[in-house]
Antibody, heavy 119, light 109 residues
């Protein structure tokens, strides 16, 4: 059974870079049928798509975050990662990683990891 | 891109039916038959309940059904059960972009 697990610091200082990793187990991140994505949920803005990556490294980002977001994949570790630079309090949220099937719907999610931006 | 609009909460007694709406625009819900619905208990992983507007993944009870008309998609829970009490949100593909609903709390009275 596929499982996704987010990991990373729960507290990040303003202006610094948020870094999270999603570890995939029970399936290969290199499968041709899937993309892998990051979504966040904040009290103020609800659920927001951050971006997706294919195992080949192709990426698609939310235009509103594109200038600050980098998503990368490590197929040898079956992981993909998120970096969000120049964070502010507005980036405080629960961050989820998820599998995207056929590029149209997220069919499996991690349980989410809370990240607070504060000094 | 604006969030899809859902009612904040809906409620029903066991055995009743409830319907949750998800209103978008002609650029997302209205443009594609790629609306999905998720059940979410806070602190856990969201669970896919409906995809491609009206398809159920294996293991999801047939009490859950989806539909779409114009720019509004809907999730109906028939024969409401206590275990259905949760948050529900929709998601629509919007052409290399994904937009989510504002979320609905379902309460079983």
């Amino acid at each position: 059974q596929l499982q996704l697990q987010e990991s990373g610091p729960g507290l990040v200082k303003p202006s610094e870079t948020l870094s999270l990793t999603c570890t995939v187990s029970g399936g290969s991140i290199s499968s041709a049928d899937f993309y892998w994505g990051w979504i966040r949920q904040s009290p103020g803005k609800g659920l927001e798509w951050i971006g997706n990556i294919y195992y080949s490294g192709s990426t698609y980002y939310n235009p509103s975050l594109k200038s600050r977001v980098t998503i990368s994949v490590d197929t040898s570790k079956n992981q993909f990662s998120l970096k969000l630079s120049s964070v502010s309090a507005a980036d405080t949220a629960v961050y989820y990683c998820a599998r995207l099937r056929m590029a149209y719907y997220f069919d499996c999610w991690g349980q989410g990891t809370p990240v607070t931006v504060s000094s | 891109q604006s969030a899809l609009t859902q009612p904040r909460s809906v409620s029903g007694s066991p055995g009743q039916s409830v319907t949750i709406s998800c209103t978008g625009t002609s650029s997302d819900v209205g443009a594609y038959n790629y609306v999905s619905w998720f059940q979410h208990h806070p602190g856990t992983a969201p669970k896919l309940m409906i995809y491609d507007v009206n398809k159920r993944p294996s293991g999801v009870p047939d009490r859950f059904s989806g539909s779409k008309s114009g720019n509004t998609a809907s999730l109906t829970i028939s024969g409401l059960q206590a275990e259905d009490e949760a948050d529900y949100f929709c998601c629509s593909f919007a052409g290399n972009y994904y937009v989510f609903g504002t979320g609905t709390e379902v309460t079983v009275l």
